[in-house]
Protein backbone atom coordinates (compact mmCIF):
# COMPACT_ATOMS: atom_id res chain seq x y z
CA UNK A 1 0.00 0.00 0.00
CA UNK A 2 2.91 1.88 0.91
CA UNK A 3 4.36 1.69 -2.28
CA UNK A 4 0.81 2.51 -4.44
CA UNK A 5 0.87 6.02 -2.51
CA UNK A 6 4.03 6.72 -3.04
CA UNK A 7 3.80 6.24 -7.33
CA UNK A 8 0.64 7.99 -6.75
CA UNK A 9 1.91 10.83 -4.93
CA UNK A 10 5.26 10.87 -7.52
CA UNK A 11 2.72 10.66 -10.70
CA UNK A 12 0.72 13.85 -9.28
CA UNK A 13 3.49 15.58 -8.85
CA UNK A 14 5.07 14.98 -12.00
CA UNK A 15 1.54 15.87 -13.82
CA UNK A 16 1.63 18.82 -11.73
CA UNK A 17 5.45 20.24 -13.07
CA UNK A 18 4.53 19.58 -16.38
CA UNK A 19 1.27 21.59 -15.96
CA UNK A 20 3.63 24.39 -14.58
CA UNK A 21 5.80 24.00 -17.27
CA UNK A 22 3.56 24.70 -20.07
CA UNK A 23 5.47 27.33 -22.40
CA UNK A 24 4.65 31.26 -22.39
CA UNK A 25 3.77 30.90 -25.70
CA UNK A 26 0.55 29.35 -24.50
CA UNK A 27 -0.53 32.09 -22.12
CA UNK A 28 0.56 34.45 -25.03
CA UNK A 29 -2.92 32.88 -27.20
CA UNK A 30 -4.97 32.73 -24.41
CA UNK A 31 -4.20 36.72 -24.14
CA UNK A 32 -4.15 37.08 -27.95
CA UNK A 33 -7.97 35.74 -27.85
CA UNK A 34 -9.08 37.45 -25.03
CA UNK A 35 -8.11 41.00 -25.78
CA UNK A 36 -9.25 40.42 -29.86
CA UNK A 37 -12.98 39.29 -28.15
CA UNK A 38 -12.61 41.94 -26.00
CA UNK A 39 -11.82 45.02 -28.47
CA UNK A 40 -14.37 43.51 -30.56
CA UNK A 41 -17.26 43.41 -28.28
CA UNK A 42 -16.06 46.82 -26.93
CA UNK A 43 -16.24 48.41 -30.63
CA UNK A 44 -19.34 46.79 -31.79
CA UNK A 45 -21.17 47.76 -28.30
CA UNK A 46 -20.11 51.64 -29.49
CA UNK A 47 -21.21 51.20 -32.97
CA UNK A 48 -24.51 50.47 -31.89
CA UNK A 49 -24.83 52.80 -29.06
CA UNK A 50 -23.60 55.69 -31.14
CA UNK A 51 -26.33 54.39 -34.17
CA UNK A 52 -29.19 54.42 -31.53
CA UNK A 53 -28.51 57.63 -30.18
CA UNK A 54 -28.85 59.19 -33.33
CA UNK A 55 -31.83 57.80 -34.00
CA UNK A 56 -33.50 59.22 -30.79
CA UNK A 57 -32.94 62.64 -32.03
CA UNK A 58 -34.86 61.41 -35.41
CA UNK A 59 -37.62 60.27 -33.21
CA UNK A 60 -37.69 62.54 -31.19
CA UNK A 61 -37.61 65.00 -34.32
CA UNK A 62 -40.97 63.15 -35.56
CA UNK A 63 -42.58 62.99 -31.98
CA UNK A 64 -42.79 66.58 -31.60
CA UNK A 65 -44.92 67.09 -34.75
CA UNK A 66 -47.53 65.21 -32.66
CA UNK A 67 -47.08 65.25 -28.80
CA UNK A 68 -44.74 68.07 -27.53
CA UNK A 69 -44.82 67.37 -24.14
CA UNK A 70 -44.73 63.22 -24.23
CA UNK A 71 -41.47 64.01 -26.62
CA UNK A 72 -39.90 66.01 -23.51
CA UNK A 73 -41.21 63.60 -20.92
CA UNK A 74 -39.63 60.24 -22.99
CA UNK A 75 -36.59 62.27 -24.62
CA UNK A 76 -35.63 64.12 -21.69
CA UNK A 77 -31.59 64.28 -21.50
CA UNK A 78 -31.21 61.30 -24.03
CA UNK A 79 -27.39 61.89 -24.47
CA UNK A 80 -26.24 61.67 -20.71
CA UNK A 81 -28.35 58.12 -20.17
CA UNK A 82 -26.00 57.12 -23.98
CA UNK A 83 -22.96 58.56 -21.95
CA UNK A 84 -24.11 55.96 -19.00
CA UNK A 85 -24.91 53.09 -20.79
CA UNK A 86 -21.07 53.87 -22.63
CA UNK A 87 -19.86 53.46 -19.60
CA UNK A 88 -21.18 50.76 -18.09
CA UNK A 89 -19.20 49.18 -15.19
CA UNK A 90 -18.86 45.16 -15.49
CA UNK A 91 -17.79 45.08 -12.18
CA UNK A 92 -20.61 42.37 -10.65
CA UNK A 93 -20.81 39.94 -7.94
CA UNK A 94 -20.63 36.54 -8.84
CA UNK A 95 -24.59 36.06 -9.41
CA UNK A 96 -24.87 38.73 -11.43
CA UNK A 97 -22.09 37.79 -13.66
CA UNK A 98 -23.11 36.38 -17.13
CA UNK A 99 -21.87 33.13 -16.82
CA UNK A 100 -19.65 31.58 -19.98
CA UNK A 101 -18.26 28.05 -18.52
CA UNK A 102 -15.57 28.14 -20.99
CA UNK A 103 -14.24 31.76 -19.50
CA UNK A 104 -14.95 30.19 -15.93
CA UNK A 105 -12.47 27.12 -16.62
CA UNK A 106 -9.74 28.43 -18.07
CA UNK A 107 -9.74 31.16 -15.63
CA UNK A 108 -10.16 28.85 -12.90
CA UNK A 109 -7.22 26.68 -14.15
CA UNK A 110 -4.78 30.02 -14.63
CA UNK A 111 -5.56 30.74 -11.00
CA UNK A 112 -4.68 27.23 -10.29
CA UNK A 113 -1.40 27.47 -11.68
CA UNK A 114 -0.44 30.86 -10.37
CA UNK A 115 -1.55 29.61 -6.91
CA UNK A 116 0.79 26.41 -7.32
CA UNK A 117 4.05 28.45 -8.38
CA UNK A 118 5.31 30.16 -5.87
CA UNK A 119 7.25 32.48 -8.58
CA UNK A 120 3.83 34.29 -9.84
CA UNK A 121 4.64 34.33 -13.39
CA UNK A 122 4.37 37.59 -15.16
CA UNK A 123 2.69 36.13 -18.07
CA UNK A 124 -0.12 34.15 -16.61
CA UNK A 125 -0.84 36.95 -14.36
CA UNK A 126 -1.34 38.91 -17.36
CA UNK A 127 -3.63 36.29 -19.03
CA UNK A 128 -5.37 36.06 -16.14
CA UNK A 129 -6.26 39.74 -15.87
CA UNK A 130 -7.30 39.64 -19.50
CA UNK A 131 -9.88 36.98 -19.09
CA UNK A 132 -11.11 39.19 -15.68
CA UNK A 133 -11.77 42.10 -17.78
CA UNK A 134 -13.48 40.04 -20.87
CA UNK A 135 -15.39 38.53 -17.83
CA UNK A 136 -16.40 42.41 -17.52
CA UNK A 137 -17.15 43.49 -21.04
CA UNK A 138 -19.49 40.66 -21.32
CA UNK A 139 -21.19 41.61 -17.88
CA UNK A 140 -21.54 45.32 -19.00
CA UNK A 141 -22.85 44.17 -22.28
CA UNK A 142 -25.53 42.25 -21.09
CA UNK A 143 -26.77 45.36 -19.22
CA UNK A 144 -26.66 47.35 -21.69
CA UNK A 145 -28.32 44.83 -23.90
CA UNK A 146 -31.09 44.66 -20.87
CA UNK A 147 -31.58 48.29 -20.64
CA UNK A 148 -32.19 48.79 -24.69
CA UNK A 149 -34.60 45.83 -24.15
CA UNK A 150 -36.32 48.39 -21.44
CA UNK A 151 -35.71 51.67 -23.47
CA UNK A 152 -37.29 49.56 -27.05
CA UNK A 153 -40.19 48.20 -24.83
CA UNK A 154 -41.03 51.88 -23.49
CA UNK A 155 -40.49 53.38 -26.95
CA UNK A 156 -42.65 51.05 -28.76
CA UNK A 157 -45.62 51.72 -25.97
CA UNK A 158 -45.89 55.31 -26.58
CA UNK A 159 -45.48 55.50 -30.66
CA UNK A 160 -48.01 52.41 -30.82
CA UNK A 161 -50.28 55.14 -29.04
CA UNK A 162 -50.05 57.73 -31.42
CA UNK A 163 -49.44 54.95 -34.60
CA UNK A 164 -45.97 55.62 -34.95
CA UNK A 165 -44.84 52.08 -34.47
CA UNK A 166 -43.38 52.31 -38.33
CA UNK A 167 -41.03 55.11 -37.25
CA UNK A 168 -39.72 53.00 -34.62
CA UNK A 169 -38.67 50.36 -36.66
CA UNK A 170 -35.13 50.87 -37.57
CA UNK A 171 -34.44 51.35 -33.81
CA UNK A 172 -35.56 47.40 -32.69
CA UNK A 173 -33.71 46.56 -35.65
CA UNK A 174 -30.58 47.82 -34.27
CA UNK A 175 -31.54 46.90 -30.61
CA UNK A 176 -32.06 43.11 -31.40
CA UNK A 177 -28.69 43.20 -33.80
CA UNK A 178 -26.50 44.18 -31.15
CA UNK A 179 -27.90 41.16 -29.25
CA UNK A 180 -26.89 39.49 -31.82
CA UNK A 181 -23.43 40.66 -32.10
CA UNK A 182 -23.26 39.79 -28.23
CA UNK A 183 -24.09 36.28 -28.41
CA UNK A 184 -21.83 35.56 -31.63
CA UNK A 185 -18.86 36.97 -29.80
CA UNK A 186 -19.78 35.17 -26.75
CA UNK A 187 -20.06 31.67 -28.99
CA UNK A 188 -16.52 32.09 -30.74
CA UNK A 189 -15.13 33.14 -27.29
CA UNK A 190 -16.97 29.62 -26.63
CA UNK A 191 -15.29 27.60 -28.91
CA UNK A 192 -12.10 26.46 -27.56
CA UNK A 193 -8.87 26.76 -29.58
CA UNK A 194 -6.31 23.80 -29.64
CA UNK A 195 -3.82 25.34 -27.14
CA UNK A 196 -6.33 26.06 -24.47
CA UNK A 197 -7.44 22.62 -24.44
CA UNK A 198 -4.29 21.40 -23.75
CA UNK A 199 -4.10 23.72 -20.71
CA UNK A 200 -6.98 22.09 -19.74
CA UNK A 201 -6.28 18.47 -20.50
CA UNK A 202 -2.85 19.35 -18.15
CA UNK A 203 -4.66 20.71 -15.13
CA UNK A 204 -7.77 18.15 -15.20
CA UNK A 205 -5.49 15.43 -14.79
CA UNK A 206 -4.88 16.93 -11.47
CA UNK A 207 -6.61 15.86 -8.11
CA UNK A 208 -5.72 19.07 -6.29
CA UNK A 209 -7.26 21.08 -9.23
CA UNK A 210 -10.57 19.38 -9.21
CA UNK A 211 -10.62 20.40 -5.50
CA UNK A 212 -9.56 23.68 -6.43
CA UNK A 213 -12.22 23.74 -8.91
CA UNK A 214 -14.91 23.07 -6.09
CA UNK A 215 -14.02 25.61 -4.17
CA UNK A 216 -12.90 28.77 -6.27
CA UNK A 217 -14.61 28.57 -9.83
CA UNK A 218 -17.65 30.67 -10.48
CA UNK A 219 -19.76 27.63 -10.92
CA UNK A 220 -18.35 26.27 -7.84
CA UNK A 221 -19.22 29.36 -5.91
CA UNK A 222 -22.69 29.10 -7.12
CA UNK A 223 -23.29 25.76 -5.71
CA UNK A 224 -21.31 24.87 -2.92
CA UNK A 225 -22.79 25.39 0.58
CA UNK A 226 -21.04 28.25 3.17
CA UNK A 227 -17.95 26.78 4.75
CA UNK A 228 -18.11 23.90 2.64
CA UNK A 229 -15.21 21.66 0.97
CA UNK A 230 -14.59 19.67 -1.99
CA UNK A 231 -14.41 16.45 0.30
CA UNK A 232 -17.78 18.08 2.76
CA UNK A 233 -19.77 18.56 -0.29
CA UNK A 234 -18.90 15.11 -2.30
CA UNK A 235 -19.89 13.60 1.28
CA UNK A 236 -23.09 15.18 1.69
CA UNK A 237 -24.53 14.03 -1.45
CA UNK A 238 -24.64 10.99 -0.79
CA UNK A 239 -27.73 11.26 1.71
CA UNK A 240 -28.54 14.67 0.63
CA UNK A 241 -28.98 18.12 2.28
CA UNK A 242 -31.98 18.57 5.33
CA UNK A 243 -34.02 21.28 4.96
CA UNK A 244 -32.68 22.46 7.57
CA UNK A 245 -28.78 22.40 5.99
CA UNK A 246 -30.43 24.62 3.08
CA UNK A 247 -32.27 27.41 5.09
CA UNK A 248 -29.01 28.12 6.56
CA UNK A 249 -27.55 28.47 3.64
CA UNK A 250 -29.80 30.72 2.38
CA UNK A 251 -29.61 32.70 5.90
CA UNK A 252 -26.11 32.70 5.50
CA UNK A 253 -25.88 34.35 1.93
CA UNK A 254 -29.38 36.53 1.60
CA UNK A 255 -30.00 37.42 4.95
CA UNK A 256 -33.16 36.81 7.20
CA UNK A 257 -35.72 34.20 6.55
CA UNK A 258 -38.33 37.53 5.72
CA UNK A 259 -35.95 38.66 2.89
CA UNK A 260 -35.38 34.94 1.32
CA UNK A 261 -39.53 34.84 1.60
CA UNK A 262 -39.83 38.00 -0.66
CA UNK A 263 -36.69 37.24 -2.90
CA UNK A 264 -38.23 33.31 -3.36
CA UNK A 265 -41.69 35.15 -4.60
CA UNK A 266 -40.11 37.23 -6.47
CA UNK A 267 -38.30 34.33 -7.95
CA UNK A 268 -41.34 32.71 -8.38
CA UNK A 269 -43.40 35.55 -10.43
CA UNK A 270 -40.32 36.43 -12.55
CA UNK A 271 -40.08 32.81 -13.58
CA UNK A 272 -44.32 32.21 -14.42
CA UNK A 273 -43.33 35.02 -16.24
CA UNK A 274 -40.60 33.43 -18.74
CA UNK A 275 -42.81 30.34 -18.87
CA UNK A 276 -45.95 32.46 -20.32
CA UNK A 277 -43.27 34.08 -22.65
CA UNK A 278 -42.09 30.64 -23.93
CA UNK A 279 -45.86 29.40 -24.30
CA UNK A 280 -46.60 32.47 -26.65
CA UNK A 281 -43.38 31.75 -28.20
CA UNK A 282 -44.44 28.52 -29.21
CA UNK A 283 -47.99 29.72 -29.73
CA UNK A 284 -46.30 31.64 -31.78
CA UNK A 285 -44.30 29.27 -34.04
CA UNK A 286 -47.38 26.75 -34.38
CA UNK A 287 -49.61 29.67 -36.03
CA UNK A 288 -46.25 30.93 -38.47
CA UNK A 289 -46.67 34.30 -36.62
CA UNK A 290 -42.75 34.10 -36.04
CA UNK A 291 -41.66 37.38 -36.71
CA UNK A 292 -44.38 39.39 -36.74
CA UNK A 293 -44.38 39.85 -32.87
CA UNK A 294 -42.07 42.60 -32.03
CA UNK A 295 -40.76 41.15 -29.11
CA UNK A 296 -37.15 41.69 -27.67
CA UNK A 297 -35.71 38.38 -29.82
CA UNK A 298 -37.64 38.78 -33.26
CA UNK A 299 -38.84 42.95 -33.93
CA UNK A 300 -41.60 42.28 -36.71
CA UNK A 301 -39.02 41.36 -39.44
CA UNK A 302 -36.95 38.78 -40.81
CA UNK A 303 -33.49 38.69 -39.32
CA UNK A 304 -30.65 39.12 -41.57
CA UNK A 305 -27.73 36.94 -39.81
CA UNK A 306 -25.08 38.51 -42.02
CA UNK A 307 -25.24 41.74 -40.80
CA UNK A 308 -23.78 40.48 -37.85
CA UNK A 309 -21.05 39.09 -39.29
CA UNK A 310 -17.57 40.42 -40.25
CA UNK A 311 -16.69 41.51 -43.22
CA UNK A 312 -14.15 38.74 -43.78
CA UNK A 313 -16.71 36.25 -42.39
CA UNK A 314 -19.14 37.31 -45.18
CA UNK A 315 -16.79 36.31 -48.54
CA UNK A 316 -16.84 33.34 -50.02
CA UNK A 317 -14.00 31.77 -52.53
CA UNK A 318 -14.86 29.93 -55.86
CA UNK A 319 -14.38 28.62 -58.76
CA UNK A 320 -16.05 26.67 -61.95
CA UNK A 321 -15.23 25.21 -64.93
CA UNK A 322 -17.23 24.97 -68.59
CA UNK A 323 -15.70 23.27 -71.54
CA UNK A 324 -16.90 24.03 -75.14
CA UNK A 325 -16.29 21.19 -78.02
CA UNK A 326 -14.75 22.00 -81.27
CA UNK A 327 -15.63 24.19 -83.74
CA UNK A 328 -14.20 25.01 -87.27
CA UNK A 329 -11.33 26.45 -86.74
CA UNK A 330 -11.62 26.71 -83.17
CA UNK A 331 -10.08 24.17 -80.51
CA UNK A 332 -11.70 22.09 -77.62
CA UNK A 333 -11.82 24.39 -74.66
CA UNK A 334 -12.31 24.78 -71.29
CA UNK A 335 -12.90 27.79 -69.28
CA UNK A 336 -11.20 27.88 -65.79
CA UNK A 337 -12.28 30.70 -63.50
CA UNK A 338 -11.94 31.94 -59.89
CA UNK A 339 -14.61 34.27 -58.04
CA UNK A 340 -14.29 36.19 -54.41
CA UNK A 341 -18.46 36.93 -53.74
CA UNK A 342 -19.88 38.89 -50.78
CA UNK A 343 -23.13 37.27 -48.88
CA UNK A 344 -25.63 40.62 -49.21
CA UNK A 345 -27.92 38.71 -46.72
CA UNK A 346 -28.60 35.22 -46.34
CA UNK A 347 -30.52 34.68 -49.47
CA UNK A 348 -28.19 36.89 -52.13
CA UNK A 349 -24.72 37.12 -52.94
CA UNK A 350 -22.56 39.05 -55.55
CA UNK A 351 -19.23 38.62 -56.92
CA UNK A 352 -16.28 39.45 -59.18
CA UNK A 353 -14.33 37.01 -61.10
CA UNK A 354 -11.41 36.24 -63.79
CA UNK A 355 -11.41 33.24 -65.90
CA UNK A 356 -8.50 31.73 -68.47
CA UNK A 357 -9.01 29.99 -71.57
CA UNK A 358 -7.31 27.10 -72.09
CA UNK A 359 -7.28 25.26 -75.60
CA UNK A 360 -6.99 21.40 -75.34
CA UNK A 361 -6.42 20.79 -79.73
CA UNK A 362 -9.15 19.23 -81.60
CA UNK A 363 -8.80 15.82 -80.47
CA UNK A 364 -6.88 13.00 -79.24
CA UNK A 365 -4.50 13.00 -82.45
CA UNK A 366 -3.91 16.89 -82.03
CA UNK A 367 -3.81 17.44 -79.17
CA UNK A 368 -1.62 20.42 -77.67
CA UNK A 369 -2.09 23.11 -75.04
CA UNK A 370 -2.60 26.83 -75.78
CA UNK A 371 -3.56 30.29 -75.02
CA UNK A 372 -7.42 30.75 -76.18
CA UNK A 373 -8.54 33.85 -74.02
CA UNK A 374 -9.06 35.44 -70.66
CA UNK A 375 -12.33 36.81 -69.58
CA UNK A 376 -13.63 39.58 -66.25
CA UNK A 377 -16.97 38.25 -64.48
CA UNK A 378 -19.64 39.43 -62.07
CA UNK A 379 -22.26 37.48 -60.61
CA UNK A 380 -25.46 37.75 -58.70
CA UNK A 381 -27.29 34.29 -57.01
CA UNK A 382 -30.38 35.60 -55.14
CA UNK A 383 -32.35 32.28 -53.73
CA UNK A 384 -35.80 30.98 -54.76
CA UNK A 385 -36.77 28.14 -52.98
CA UNK A 386 -35.45 25.59 -51.50
CA UNK A 387 -31.28 24.98 -52.81
CA UNK A 388 -32.53 26.33 -55.97
CA UNK A 389 -30.99 30.03 -57.05
CA UNK A 390 -31.49 32.66 -59.96
CA UNK A 391 -28.07 33.62 -61.12
CA UNK A 392 -26.96 36.49 -63.50
CA UNK A 393 -23.97 38.23 -64.84
CA UNK A 394 -21.88 40.52 -66.92
CA UNK A 395 -19.13 39.29 -68.48
CA UNK A 396 -16.01 40.80 -71.19
CA UNK A 397 -14.21 38.18 -72.52
CA UNK A 398 -11.26 38.39 -75.03
CA UNK A 399 -11.65 35.07 -77.00
CA UNK A 400 -8.53 34.58 -79.24
CA UNK A 401 -5.18 32.85 -78.94
CA UNK A 402 -2.94 34.51 -77.04
CA UNK A 403 0.14 35.37 -78.02
CA UNK A 404 1.52 38.04 -76.61
CA UNK A 405 -0.21 40.77 -73.58
CA UNK A 406 -0.12 43.26 -75.69
CA UNK A 407 -3.48 42.02 -77.84
CA UNK A 408 -5.12 42.61 -74.37
CA UNK A 409 -4.78 46.21 -75.07
CA UNK A 410 -7.05 45.98 -78.15
CA UNK A 411 -10.56 46.44 -76.07
CA UNK A 412 -12.92 45.99 -79.81
CA UNK A 413 -11.65 42.61 -79.77
CA UNK A 414 -13.33 41.48 -76.08
CA UNK A 415 -17.12 40.11 -76.53
CA UNK A 416 -19.35 41.08 -73.88
CA UNK A 417 -22.43 38.25 -72.62
CA UNK A 418 -24.94 38.74 -70.65
CA UNK A 419 -26.16 35.84 -68.70
CA UNK A 420 -29.58 34.47 -66.65
CA UNK A 421 -30.08 31.25 -65.37
CA UNK A 422 -31.01 29.09 -62.55
CA UNK A 423 -28.41 27.49 -60.27
CA UNK A 424 -28.58 25.10 -57.40
CA UNK A 425 -26.38 24.71 -54.54
CA UNK A 426 -25.54 21.29 -52.78
CA UNK A 427 -23.16 20.79 -49.35
CA UNK A 428 -19.95 18.81 -49.84
CA UNK A 429 -18.45 19.21 -46.23
CA UNK A 430 -19.11 22.04 -43.26
CA UNK A 431 -17.26 24.30 -45.42
CA UNK A 432 -18.07 23.70 -48.78
CA UNK A 433 -20.36 23.98 -51.11
CA UNK A 434 -20.81 22.85 -54.84
CA UNK A 435 -23.42 24.62 -57.44
CA UNK A 436 -24.57 23.66 -61.14
CA UNK A 437 -25.03 26.20 -62.78
CA UNK A 438 -27.53 26.44 -66.41
CA UNK A 439 -27.53 29.83 -68.03
CA UNK A 440 -28.86 31.62 -71.25
CA UNK A 441 -26.27 34.37 -72.82
CA UNK A 442 -28.72 36.30 -74.53
CA UNK A 443 -26.17 38.72 -75.95
CA UNK A 444 -24.77 35.27 -78.27
CA UNK A 445 -26.42 36.26 -81.01
CA UNK A 446 -24.68 39.78 -81.41
CA UNK A 447 -21.21 38.64 -81.16
CA UNK A 448 -18.93 37.48 -83.94
CA UNK A 449 -17.81 34.76 -84.70
CA UNK A 450 -20.76 33.41 -82.86
CA UNK A 451 -20.63 31.72 -79.30
CA UNK A 452 -22.94 29.05 -77.64
CA UNK A 453 -26.17 30.67 -76.34
CA UNK A 454 -26.57 27.87 -73.61
CA UNK A 455 -23.34 27.54 -70.54
CA UNK A 456 -23.69 24.72 -68.55
CA UNK A 457 -20.94 25.10 -65.33
CA UNK A 458 -19.90 23.60 -62.11
CA UNK A 459 -18.18 25.38 -59.29
CA UNK A 460 -17.23 25.24 -55.82
CA UNK A 461 -17.36 27.20 -52.74
CA UNK A 462 -15.58 28.18 -49.75
CA UNK A 463 -16.91 29.84 -46.80
Known amino acids: MVNISCFTFAQDSTNLDKALALPDKIFRALDKKTTSIEEKLNKQTDKYLNKLQKQEHKLRRKMAEKDSALTRQLF????????????????????????????????????????????????????????QQLQQTLNASDQIKKQLQQREQMLKEQFQKLGMVKELKKFRKDVYYYQQQVRQYKLMFEDPTKLEAKLMEAVMKLPKFRDFFAKHSMLGSLFALPNS??????????????????NQGLIN?????????????????????????????????????HGNRGDEDIPGFKPNDQKTKSFLQRLEYGGNIQSQRARYFFPVTSDIALSLGYKLNDKSSLGLGASYKIGWGSGWNNFRMTHQGIGLRSYLDWKIKSSFYFSGGYEQNYRSMINSVDQLTNYSAWQTSGLIGV???????????????????????????????????VGYSIK
Do not use: C
Open 76 to 131: ERVDEKYNKLKNTSGNLNTYSSVYSGHLDSVSTALNFLIDQDMSSDPARQKTLLQY
Open 229 to 246: TATNTTASLAGLQTRAMV
Open 253 to 289: RFGSSSAITQQLQQNVQSAQGQLNALKNRISSHSSRS
Open 423 to 457: SKKYSISKKMKGDIKLLWDFMSYQQVPKTQPILFR
